[in-house]
């Protein structure tokens, strides 16, 4: 099991950007693979991007491509977000993930989940 904790979210207009940080506690988070996902108000909590264990690949959400993207630096412990161009269908809370030794883009690929952050992004 690993513990995940989010920092980065905040209110932003449209186009601008924000940088998500996801910390993961323990001492083999180089095993996880990672991934973030948000929730919008009254929907279901949908993909945005996954990152593999080693870094060598990305998976991004169709919604998202060109705009996000997703990085992690094991020694750190951390997996980022960077969100540019961002939009108001953007606003939601941004939850990481961690799956030992799985990569996926569904929730069911994850055991462990951090608490969320919240992004906004005023039209």
């Known amino acids: 099991q690993v513990q995940l904790v989010e920092s980065g979210g905040g209110l932003v207009q449209t186009g601008g950007s924000l940088r998500l940080s996801c910390v993961a506690s323990?001492?083999?988070?180089?095993?996880?693979?990672m991934g973030w996902f948000r929730q919008a108000p009254g929907k279901e909590r949908e993909f945005v991007a996954a990152?593999?264990?080693?870094?060598?690949?990305?998976y991004y959400a169709d919604s998202v491509k060109g705009r996000f993207t997703i990085s992690r630096d094991n020694a750190k412990n951390t997996v980022y977000l960077q969100m540019n161009s961002l939009k108001p269908e953007d606003t939601a809370v941004y939850y990481c993930?961690?799956?030992?030794?799985?990569?996926?883009?569904?929730?069911?690929?994850?055991?462990?989940w951090g608490q969320g952050t919240q992004v906004t992004v005023s039209s």
């Open positions: 990152a593999h264990w080693s870094g060598g690949s990305t």
């Open positions: 993930a961690a799956g030992w030794r799985k990569i996926a883009t569904f929730r069911g690929g994850y055991d462990d």
């Open positions: 323990g001492r083999t988070f180089s095993s996880y693979g």
